[in-house]
T-cell receptor, first 110, second 115 residues
Framework: RKEVEQDPGPFNVPEGATVAFNCTYS??????FFWYRQDCRKEPKLLMS???SGNEDGRFTAQLNRASQYISLLIRDSKLSDSATYLC???????????FGAGTTVTVRA | DAMVIQNPRYQVTQFGKPVTLSCSQT?????MYWYQQKSSQAPKLLFH???????NEADTPDNFQSRRPNTSFCFLDIRSPGLGDAAMYLC??????????????FGQGTRLTVV
């Protein structure tokens, strides 16, 4: 079983729509969670950290469910510029290793 | 402004010819990572350093080596590149994650082509 799994998508949504997707992780000892955004042929960039209580950053909301071992990302009022691949990243603090999911592709159409 | 810098951005090398990719950081972070990313795949961790402590992933081929001469620099050496090593190589850093959530900062990557 992969350490971090994501629905690859693609999620094709119209501008203004809400889109949400999850990421599951296998190691219950995982400590830190992040969503990164990666544009085509570019490096990943941090979108947001995911905190236990859930957190929001503008149109983006992240949630963590430790019991079921998944994190989620919700994008409200989608913009064309939100089209990207969203990578789920999990860190086990004990070994400093960051494990990536394969990414969920989101395409926002006009 | 760039905090993690990778050189070169694009590298073409011949099959079997050793190649070195470099990464430097101005963040003074303890941890440096090298990832390999192929098209439509997750970045795959090759190895990471915590300060000078080197951690090799079990499935990283022996063909890949790394050096970290000081806090700021880290190198990825591919001793005999094969066609299957063509990929984007990403360097990342993070500060000591022992305390709280700490994200990783990525360089722009080096896209390696093997001919």
């Amino acid at each position: 079983r992969k350490e971090v799994e994501q629905d690859p998508g693609p999620f094709n949504v119209p501008e203004g729509a809400t889109v949400a997707f999850n990421c599951t992780y296998s190691n219950s000892a995982s400590q830190s969670f992040f969503w990164y955004r990666q544009d085509c042929r570019k490096e990943p960039k941090l979108l947001m950290s995911v905190y236990s209580s859930g957190n929001e950053d503008g149109r983006f909301t992240a949630q963590l469910n430790r019991a079921s071992q998944y994190i989620s990302l919700l994008i409200r009022d989608s913009k064309l510029s939100d089209s990207a691949t969203y990578l789920c990243v999990v860190n086990m603090r004990s070994d400093y290793k960051l494990s990536f999911g394969a990414g969920t592709t989101v395409t926002v159409r006009a | 402004d760039a905090m993690v810098i990778q050189n070169p951005r694009y590298q073409v090398t011949q099959f079997g010819k050793p190649v070195t990719l470099s990464c430097s950081q101005t963040l003074n972070h303890n941890v440096m990572y090298w990832y390999q990313q192929k098209s439509s795949q997750a970045p795959k961790l090759l190895f990471h350093y915590y300060d000078k402590d080197f951690n090799n992933e079990a499935d990283t081929p022996d063909n890949f080596q790394s050096r970290r001469p000081n806090t700021s620099f880290c190198f990825l050496d591919i001793r005999s590149p094969g066609l299957g090593d063509a990929a984007m190589y990403l360097c990342a850093t993070s500060r000591d994650p022992a305390g709280m959530n700490t994200e990783a900062f990525f360089g722009q990557g080096t896209r390696l082509t093997v001919v």
